[in-house]
């Protein structure tokens, strides 16, 4: 059974820092694309970065890059996201998600065959 659990999610204020992590198991992940995505209340869930098997390519939602930094540890199955410079506006439920084996690169979550329970972040201002 595949599960995908995160942590590291909390209450903190503007301009604190977290690290989340994603743990994976039942399975090796180390050839498939993984996630980062987001929902805040009343909105649909966002994009906020990618990491390519290898860990070689990154990518990163707009509203996000040069704050936070995705990276991945394949001996652990564990990826991660390092949050820098928190706003209010950050403040949602993050998730991980990974894709099947083999297929590349998505925005779109729909696209993501597995999925972490999501960690909440608020941050105060």
């Known amino acids: 059974q595949v599960q995908l659990v995160e942590s590291g999610g909390g209450l903190v204020q503007a301009g604190d820092s977290l690290r989340l992590s994603c743990a994976a198991s039942?399975?090796?992940?180390?050839?498939?694309?993984l996630g980062w995505f987001r929902q805040a209340p009343g909105e649909e869930r966002k994009f906020v970065a990618a990491i390519s098997g290898s860990g070689g390519s990154t990518y990163y939602g707009d509203f996000v890059k040069g704050r936070f930094t995705i990276s991945r540890d394949n001996a652990k199955n564990t990826v991660y996201l390092q949050m820098n410079s928190l706003k209010p506006e950050d403040t949602a439920v993050y998730y991980c998600?990974?894709?099947?084996?083999?297929?590349?690169?998505?925005?779109?979550?729909?696209?993501?065959?597995?999925w972490g329970q999501g960690t909440q972040v608020t941050v105060s201002s």
């Open positions: 039942g399975r090796t992940f180390s050839s498939n694309f």
């Open positions: 998600a990974a894709r099947r084996s083999g297929y590349s690169l998505s925005y779109a979550p729909q696209n993501y065959a597995y």
